[in-house]
Every structure is written in structure tokens, then in C-alpha cells.
């Protein structure tokens, strides 16, 4: 927020240096953005007189001027312009002065004579008429000669001034207006704040009798004041408003205008003024906005309406944008001779939304959107009235339109000096924060060590005894904490169980040559389509985000592996030959629908493959080699995933529950990605995997005995899983069996048709003794008893 110094010591006491003022706002919690000192832009410009001019004798346009400048001596400057005349007062540059637009003048000759300076044009010093009047006229700029002849031209234009531009926190409504930021800077300072004067005179007559308002929406608008004034003379602002406005950033207009503009910046309440006779029925009427409906704002754009839109109506038509902006049929215009003015509150959100929607931000629109006080809608509208009083603008009404139902007490906060003191680390008497309290306008009192503070209404983030505890220690001054070793006993932190298998599991892929990714947790609501799922599948019940940044993240994902295919399409459709991608993250269901608590966050890790090499087995020994690093001890069957190809993929069980399913993509899924290679993916569910309690390693010494290798070929369904198999020998070698083998599957023409031949290599080792021939043949007879009560026969 852009402030005039000189407008903040209307109401304050300033003495010190600018920068060490600035500083002291930043310690109370100000940040000072920037400091700019508007008499920087020129210097050794004076208020000069004309005494004489002559034409230049070697010129037809060029004219000698015998300046009077203040310095007690004539001083003669050439001009080419062809307005300037004997008495007339300009600005003059002289010797070594700078002007706003870079310009550096010296002493010179033009046509053999000398000119000591130069007379200065209005676009030559960067002025526009609302800066000084007559400043966009073609030629000299010629001055009112209100001034002593030698004034430095920049106290004409009141440029001995700083701006200073406070960086409002969004939790201090209160002061986004320069009372506001005075009442704080008379409590850094220790001085007297000086609130401006809302006394006015009324005219007689009364509102009621011209004016009818009603207020629909309550909620949207719980306080709405109007006034009325009559035989209004449109004019310039004084000086001093508008270098005030223009300081801001604000372009004068008029002075009723300016005076609502003035006022929203001094004290943080917009305001709006219509012209009375473009109100229909001189009925003002508070409601939403009826869908479709248009209105022409003061910026010349037609916007269309929804019914949640708040809208200041008469009685035909939308007048007003409510806390945005007015509509052009009711500016204030040169010819307007009754005004209706309007201070009221408006609910933040609903402006928010409104503006947002319309793609408007106004001054108006970013004060309601931080929160006005409902409080300070009268005082605004009394100080309006007190400046149109004082500059004789109008004639005022008598009574006053007023629209609440009910307006709010101060709350009462308490807390402990000695709580305080323990928050802060401080011993700050408790005599020195009644103080400090005090001038915040806290309303604080003190009984023994109890404060008690009687909280208004525009100070909504002060909630708790931490707030009043900010509040005095920032004007106390950050500069008394002392800084203290630290103490306490140092506690020596742990992994927990589930971050060292993931570290494990990282460890086991990446040494594997996979490279690990990050995806969003939100993705399009549409992704999960191309995954063909089952109409009652629960992954289709996502949980749609209430504002989403856009479609694409409109909801939070129940499964890894769309964000997996799109990664491995990117890579794809980039030339990457290969990738092999990993992603830990989380999937998140809902217990029930509709929302009644947090979904349930489960730790899900997904991988992706392709390129010359890849194939089911080979995504198959990577998650052999993470279910190992788990400890966990799983089994393997087809599985139905509609996204997988349905004549390659499985799905991994422990126990009963299913913890994995992994296998190509099919063929349709992946062309949807706009992949024409296989490529292949799985998806792991963690928080199964987590819950396994590791077996303990035990060490052996290397085997004394000799092995015995047994290979078994078999014949068995197409259907049969090698597992189930590989099972059934184990069981029946017992404790004699060390390890089983795969080395061959077969399906062909020497075989029946649906048939397929396995072969296994069993190693069988006593711990004890070398095997005789006749537990060799007891452990065989087992093992093929097993094989065929799960469906096999030797091969003859």
C-alpha cells in the first residue's frame, strides 16, 4: 500500500529521518517495500518571471527572454516557443538541473548568443494536467504566479514528499487505509494520533422522504448506510487531496469523486456515489443478481450475471457491482446536481467470487476481499460528509438510511502478564504491556496479573493469549530477546520400520538400473478411463477435489499405474529407446460416500518397463527380489486386470490377500498412451507389505555332504501353475529339500494339445549324513506322489 509521508503527518507527528522511520516500522511487523522521494526527479527548476523578450537576430523563430529567476541578477534563456509573453510566470531550468525525463541542462549558445538555461514544457517535466494545471498545452508551461519568482518548482508541485509503500499482511485488514497505518505509527513513536475531523452541517430536509432502501440478502450485506445531498457543485479537488490520491497511484477526477476515493484510502472503507436521478423509483435495493442478467460497469465493459452475484439495484436495474465496481449509469457527472452516497459491508467471499468470476479487481474489491470493519462504515460515511462540508461541494441532508441487524461488541480476551512472559522468554513488567496495549486500542485493564482486553472488531487475528503476546512484544522491541543456549536432553532419532523398507527397496531398483520418479497425487478425473476397469471396481470411486487448479488434477488417485503409463509415454514419444521407472508414493481411498473423515492414505509402488529385453519374466525377478527384501514369502496365480494382457499377467498373493498384480499392458491401454511396444507394469501394495515380520537370518556353516540332484519332468494342464508345482516338491522332500529349480517349460506338437511339459531340478542335502540310496528313493516317491495330487505325471 502506497502512502504519502505528508499525508500520514496529518495524523502523526513525524521527526525522524525517513529511513529510520522505515525501520522502525519494519521492526513493528511492517515490511517497507520501497521508499521513493518524489523531489529526486528534478532539481534546480525555479519559478521564473519574463521581464523581456526580444526575437534572436539570426533567427525567425527563436526568441531572447530576459529572466527574473530570484537569484538577484537577470538571466537570459532563448526559447523557441511561441506562447510565452512579457509577465509571465514559467518553470525555468537552470544551469546544471535535472529533469524528470533524463534531460541534464547546462549553459550553451544557440545562434552565436548565450542562453543560460531553458523554459520547460509540461511533457518536458512529465506532467499531465491533473498534475498542475495548463501542463499539456503546447508550449512553455506557464504558471498561476502564485509563488515567489525563485520558488523551487518542486514545492510548486508538492514533490517534497516521500512514498513509501507498506506491504499489508493479509491478517491486517485494519491497515489497509493510512489511519489505519497512522494509529500504529503513533504507538511505534510514542506520539499523539490525530483523528480527522467528521463534523458537518446539515441543510435540513430529510432522506426518508426521497430515498427507500431494502437489503434482501443479509447475510451478503449485514450493514448498509446511505445519505443523501442536494444543489451539489462539481469542481477540482484542492491541491493537497489530490497530490494525497496521486501519491496512492489514484488519477483525480472531480472533487466528489475524489472525496469517496480520499476517504476509502484514509480509512479502509470504499464508498460509492450515484447520481440520484439515474436511481428508478429513488429506490436502492440490496440483492443477488438474476441469472443472465447484464450490467455496464464504469470501465465501459458489459458483463453478464449469475444468481450468486451481489448486486446495489434500483428499482428496474442493476446500478452497481456490490464492493467492485459502479455501473456507468450512475457516475457522478459534470451536470449531476443530487447524490446518493453509500458506505456499506460486504461479505469478503462473496466479492471474492464475484470479482474473480467477472475478472475484475478493483481498490474496492481488495479491501472487502481482506475484510473491512462493519463499524467503521459510519465513521467513513461521517468523514465523507465532513469533507463535502468543508469544500462546499453540496448541501447535506438531514437523517440518515441505516441497514443492520445488529452491530458487534468488543470481545474480551484475558491472559497473564506472567503467561506472557513465559511465551516470550521475557520478563516484560506488566505495567509496560497495559501500556502497549493501551495505545493499540485494545481497551486493556490490569488486576494484579490478569490483563483483560476488550478486542474490536476489526482486529479479528487477535484470538488468543500468542496474539496479545505478538502484539506487545513487536512494539516492545524484537531487539530485547537474548539469545540462550538451548536446553534439554538430546534424544537419538530412529528410522521407523517402513522408511527402511523403502530405503531397501530403492536400493534393490536402482542397483537393478531403474530410475525413480515423482507424479502429482491429483490427476484428471478422465485418466483412469483407459484402464477399462470393471464398473464396480472400487478404483472408479475418486475423490474430486472442491477447487482443483483444473481438470487434469480434479481428483486424487486410487491407483499409480495411469501416472506410470503416461511417464513411460512421455519417454517413448521422446525417443527414449528404454526406461525402467519406479514410483513410491500413496493411492487414496474413501472408507464411505459422501466424505465423513480423511480418505485412507495407502503406501502403493508402482513399476514400468520397456525397451529390447523387457518382457514378463523380467518385471517378475524384480518383484521377487523386493518381496525378498520384505521378508516376504508369496505365491503366484493368474489374475483378471482388464488393463493387463489377459494371457500375461499375474497377480501375487500373501496369504490370501493380494498384494501385487503385475504383467503387460494390453494393447489397446498402451495405444491409447500412444505406445506401439510392449511395455509392461505392476503395481505393489505397501502398506500389505509393511505389516510382514521379517524372518531373523541364521548362519550355518558350509554343507559337509554332497548333494543329490533329482530332475523331474512332468506333464501337466496348460493351466497348472509352475508354483503349484514347485510347492508340491517341497512339501514332499521335507526337510531334505535345499532348493528347486525351473529349467524348462514346453508346449508343442510332441505334446498333447492343452497340455504343456515342466521340468524341475530338486537338490536334496542331508545336514547330518550323506544320503543313502534308500532315503533318495523314499524323498523321489513323496515328491511324485505330491505332483500327482496336484495334477502331474512323470513323463515317460
Request: proline letters at 4%; hydrophobic letters at 40%.
Given at each position: 500500500m502506497?502512502?504519502s ?5 496529518r ?7 525517513v ?9 513493528a511487523g511492517?515490511?517497507?517495500?520501497s521508499?521513493e522521494n518524489l523531489?529526486?526527479t ?10 523581456k523578450?526580444v526575437?534572436h ?5 527563436l526568441?531572447?527572454?530576459?529572466m527574473?529567476?530570484?537569484s ?6 532563448i526559447?523557441?516557443a511561441?506562447n ?8 525555468a531550468?537552470l ?8 534531460m541534464?541542462i547546462?549553459?550553451g549558445?544557440?545562434?552565436?548568443l548565450?542562453?543560460?538555461g531553458?523554459l520547460?514544457?509540461?511533457?518536458e517535466?512529465?506532467?499531465?494536467d ?15 504566479g ?5 520558488t523551487?518548482l518542486r514545492?510548486?508541485?508538492g ?8 506491504k ?9 487505509s493510512?489511519l489505519g497505518v497512522a494509529?500504529?505509527?503513533s ?16 441543510s435540513?430536509?430529510?432522506i426518508h422522504?426521497i430515498?427507500?432502501?431494502d437489503?434482501l440478502?443479509v ?5 448498509y448506510m ?8 462539481i469542481?477540482?479537488s484542492?491541491?493537497?487531496?489530490k ?11 472531480n472533487?466528489?469523486v475524489d ?17 440520484m436521478r439515474?436511481?428508478?423509483?429513488h429506490?436502492?435495493?440490496?440483492r443477488?443478481a ?8 464504469l470501465?465501459g465493459n ?9 448486486v446495489i439495484?434500483d428499482?428496474?436495474?442493476p446500478s ?5 465496481m459502479?455501473g ?5 457527472k ?8 453509500e ?9 471474492r ?14 479491501r ?7 463499524n467503521?462504515?459510519?465513521?467513513a460515511m461521517n468523514?465523507?460528509?465532513a469533507?463535502i462540508?468543508?469544500l462546499?461541494?453540496?448541501e447535506?441532508l438531514?437523517?440518515?438510511i441505516?441497514?443492520n441487524e ?5 470481545r474480551e480476551?484475558?491472559?497473564?502478564a506472567?503467561?506472557i512472559n513465559?511465551?516470550l ?7 509496560t504491556m497495559?501500556?502497549i496495549l ?6 486493556a485493564?490490569?488486576?494484579g ?12 487475528d487477535?484470538?488468543?493469549?500468542a496474539?496479545?503476546a505478538?502484539?506487545?512484544m513487536r512494539?516492545y522491541g524484537?531487539?530485547?530477546?537474548i ?6 536432553t538430546v ?5 521407523l520400520?517402513e ?21 502429482y ?7 483412469i ?6 464398473a464396480e471396481?472400487?478404483?472408479l470411486?475418486?475423490i474430486?477435489?472442491?477447487?482443483p487448479?483444473g ?5 486424487m488417485r ?10 513411460l509415454a512421455?519417454n ?15 493411492r ?7 466424505l465423513?473423515e ?5 503406501a502403493?509402488m508402482?513399476i514400468?518397463l520397456?525397451?529390447e529385453?523387457?518382457?514378463f519374466?523380467t518385471?517378475?525377478?524384480l518383484l521377487?527380489?523386493?518381496l525378498k527384501?520384505?521378508?516376504?514369502v508369496?505365491?503366484y496365480?493368474r489374475?483378471?486386470?482388464?488393463y493387463?494382457?489377459?494371457g ?7 496369504g490370501?490377500?493380494?498384494?501385487a498384480?503385475?504383467g503387460?499392458v ?10 506401439d511396444?510392449?511395455c ?8 500389505a507389505l509393511?505389516q510382514?515380520?521379517q ?5 550355518r556353516p558350509?554343507?559337509k555332504?554332497p548333494?543329490v ?11 497348472t ?10 512339501e514332499g522332500?521335507?526337510?531334505?529339500c535345499?532348493k528347486?529349480?525351473?529349467?524348462d517349460v ?5 505334446i498333447p494339445q492343452?497340455?504343456k511339459?515342466?521340468?524341475f531340478r530338486a537338490?536334496?542335502r542331508?545336514a547330518?549324513?550323506?544320503l543313502?540310496?534308500?532315503q533318495?528313493?523314499?524323498?523321489t516317491?513323496?515328491i511324485?506322489?505330491k505332483?500327482?495330487?496336484a495334477g502331474a505325471?512323470?513323463r515317460?
Amino acid at each position: 500500500m502506497k502512502i504519502s509521508l505528508n499525508w500520514l503527518k496529518r495524523y502523526v507527528d513525524i521527526t525522524l529521518p525517513v529511513q529510520e522511520f522505515c525501520d522502525k516500522m519494519v521492526m513493528a511487523g511492517f515490511e517497507v517495500e520501497s521508499i521513493e522521494n518524489l523531489a529526486d526527479t528534478m532539481d534546480n527548476v525555479v519559478v521564473a518571471q519574463i521581464k523581456k523578450i526580444v526575437p534572436h537576430p539570426d533567427s525567425d523563430h527563436l526568441q531572447i527572454c530576459t529572466m527574473d529567476v530570484g537569484s538577484g541578477e537577470d538571466v537570459q534563456i532563448i526559447t523557441g516557443a511561441q506562447n510565452v509573453f512579457e509577465g509571465a510566470f514559467v518553470p525555468a531550468a537552470l544551469h546544471n538541473s535535472h529533469l524528470p525525463n533524463g534531460m541534464v541542462i547546462k549553459n550553451g549558445k544557440l545562434r552565436g548568443l548565450p542562453s543560460n538555461g531553458m523554459l520547460c514544457s509540461g511533457e518536458e517535466l512529465c506532467l499531465k494536467d491533473c498534475d498542475y494545471p495548463g501542463a499539456e498545452v503546447n508550449g512553455i508551461m506557464i504558471l498561476k504566479g502564485d509563488y515567489p519568482i525563485g520558488t523551487d518548482l518542486r514545492e510548486v508541485l508538492g514533490l517534497f514528499d516521500y512514498v513509501i509503500d507498506f506491504k499489508i499482511t493479509a491478517n491486517r485488514p485494519d491497515c489497509q487505509s493510512v489511519l489505519g497505518v497512522a494509529r500504529e505509527v503513533s504507538v511505534v513513536l510514542k506520539t499523539e494520533f490525530r483523528a480527522p475531523s467528521c463534523d458537518y452541517r446539515v441543510s435540513g430536509g430529510s432522506i426518508h422522504d426521497i430515498m427507500k432502501v431494502d437489503v434482501l440478502n443479509v447475510d451478503c450485506c449485514p450493514r448498509y448506510m446511505g445519505r443523501a445531498v442536494r444543489n451539489l457543485k462539481i469542481a477540482e479537488s484542492p491541491e493537497w487531496m489530490k497530490r494525497c490520491l496521486k501519491a496512492a497511484g489514484m488519477r483525480p477526477i472531480n472533487n466528489i469523486v475524489d472525496i469517496t476515493n480520499f476517504v476509502m484510502l484514509e480509512t479502509g472503507q470504499p464508498m460509492h456515489a450515484f447520481d440520484m436521478r439515474d436511481i428508478a423509483g429513488h429506490h436502492i435495493i440490496v440483492r443477488n443478481a438474476d441469472a443472465g442478467e447484464h450490467i455496464v460497469t464504469l470501465d465501459g465493459n458489459d458483463h453478464e450475471l449469475t444468481a450468486e452475484m451481489l448486486v446495489i439495484a434500483d428499482a428496474e436495474k442493476p446500478s452497481c457491482l456490490a464492493g467492485i465496481m459502479g455501473g456507468l449509469n450512475s457516475e457522478i457527472k459534470d451536470d449531476t446536481v443530487d447524490l446518493f452516497l453509500e458506505s456499506a459491508k460486504f461479505r469478503r467471499d462473496n466479492v471474492r467470487r464475484t470479482s474473480r468470476a467477472l475478472g475484475l479487481r478493483t481498490e474496492s474489491s481488495g479491501r472487502y476481499e481482506r475484510g473491512t470493519d462493519i463499524n467503521n462504515v459510519e465513521f467513513a460515511m461521517n468523514r465523507a460528509l465532513a469533507l463535502i462540508d468543508e469544500l462546499g461541494c453540496g448541501e447535506i441532508l438531514d437523517g440518515v438510511i441505516d441497514k443492520n441487524e445488529g452491530l458487534p461488541e468488543r470481545r474480551e480476551l484475558k491472559a497473564t502478564a506472567s503467561s506472557i512472559n513465559a511465551l516470550l522468554g521475557l520478563d516484560i513488567p506488566a505495567e509496560t504491556m497495559l501500556d502497549i496495549l493501551c495505545r493499540l486500542d485494545l481497551q486493556a485493564t490490569l488486576d494484579g496479573d490478569m490483563l483483560t482486553c476488550r478486542i474490536p472488531s476489526i482486529r479479528d487475528d487477535i484470538e488468543g493469549r500468542a496474539d496479545l503476546a505478538e502484539e506487545v512484544m513487536r512494539i516492545y522491541g524484537y531487539d530485547h530477546i537474548i539469545g540462550t543456549p538451548m536446553t534439554g536432553t538430546v534424544c537419538r532419532g530412529n528410522i521407523l520400520p517402513e522408511r527402511k523398507k523403502n530405503n531397501a527397496m530403492k536400493q534393490v531398483l536402482l542397483g537393478n538400473g531403474l530410475n525413480e520418479i515423482t507424479t502429482y497425487s491429483f490427476i484428471s478425473s478422465k485418466a483412469i478411463d483407459a484402464l477399462h476397469l470393471n464398473a464396480e471396481d472400487r478404483r472408479l470411486q475418486q475423490i474430486r477435489l472442491l477447487n482443483p487448479l483444473g481438470e487434469e488434477y480434479s481428483v486424487m488417485r486410487t491407483q499409480l499405474v495411469t501416472s506410470m503409463l503416461t511417464v513411460l509415454a512421455t519417454n517413448y514419444n521422446n525417443k527414449n529407446e528404454a526406461a525402467r521407472l519406479f514410483e513410491i508414493s500413496k493411492r487414496f481411498v474413501a472408507k464411505e460416500f459422501p466424505l465423513t473423515e480423511q480418505p485412507q492414505e495407502l503406501a502403493t509402488m508402482c513399476i514400468g518397463l520397456y525397451g529390447e529385453g523387457e518382457d514378463f519374466f523380467t518385471l517378475k525377478g524384480l518383484l521377487e527380489q523386493v518381496l525378498k527384501v520384505c521378508g516376504a514369502v508369496c505365491r503366484y496365480e493368474r489374475s483378471d486386470e482388464p488393463y493387463l494382457h489377459p494371457g500375461r499377467q499375474a497377480k501375487v498373493l500373501l496369504g490370501d490377500a493380494t498384494v501385487a498384480v503385475f504383467g503387460e499392458v494390453h494393447p489397446k491401454v498402451a495405444q491409447a498412451y500412444g505406445i506401439d511396444t510392449r511395455c509392461y507394469v505392476a503395481e505393489l501394495k505397501l502398506d500389505a507389505l509393511y505389516q510382514v515380520v521379517q524372518k531373523q537370518i541364521l548362519y550355518r556353516p558350509l554343507p559337509k555332504f554332497p548333494p543329490v540332484l533329482r530332475d523331474f519332468a512332468l506333464l501337466c494342464t496348460a493351466e497348472t501353475p509352475v508354483g503349484t508345482l514347485e510347492d508340491a516338491i517341497r512339501e514332499g522332500a521335507g526337510k531334505l529339500c535345499e532348493k528347486v529349480e525351473l529349467f524348462d517349460v514346453y508346449e508343442g506338437s510332441q505334446i498333447p494339445q492343452g497340455m504343456k511339459s515342466v521340468a524341475f531340478r530338486a537338490v536334496l542335502r542331508s545336514a547330518e549324513a550323506t544320503l543313502t540310496d534308500e532315503q533318495i528313493e523314499r524323498a523321489t516317491a513323496k515328491i511324485i506322489k505330491k505332483l500327482e495330487a496336484a495334477g502331474a505325471t512323470l513323463r515317460q
